[in-house]
Nanobody, 123 residues
């Protein structure tokens, strides 16, 4: 079992930055891929970014490439999402997710989820 707790959301203005954190508890954290999804009101949960278990690569949704950076600290069992140049369309609840080895961009394929953290970007 893996438990995930997100933090770092808030209300910011367009162009600002935020850093989300996701603290994981449970064993064998390093063998899990970690990622972030988001869900805006009335929309489906969508993939944002993932850091695969090997730590060798990260992948991003096209809508956040060049603005968001995912990273992980295995010593702290924590994954981060640095969000720069935020836009109103980034407003959503952001969820941390974990799955053995590889995060799927289809949200229902992933195994563990945090409770979510709200990010609101005003124009």
């Amino acid at each position: 079992q893996v438990q995930l707790v997100e933090s770092g959301g808030g209300l910011v203005q367009a162009g600002d930055s935020l850093r989300l954190s996701c603290a994981a508890s449970g064993r064998a954290f390093s063998s899990y891929a970690m990622g972030w999804f988001r869900q805006a009101p009335g929309k489906e949960r969508e993939f944002v970014a993932a850091f695969q278990w090997s730590g060798a690569s990260a992948n991003y949704a096209d809508s956040v490439k060049g603005r968001f950076t995912i990273s992980r600290d295995n010593a702290k069992n924590t994954v981060y999402l640095q969000m720069n140049s935020l836009r109103p369309e980034d407003t959503a609840i952001y969820y941390c997710t974990a799955r053995r080895f590889v995060i799927s961009t289809t949200y229902s394929d992933n195994d563990y989820w945090g409770q979510g953290t709200q990010v609101t970007v005003s124009s």
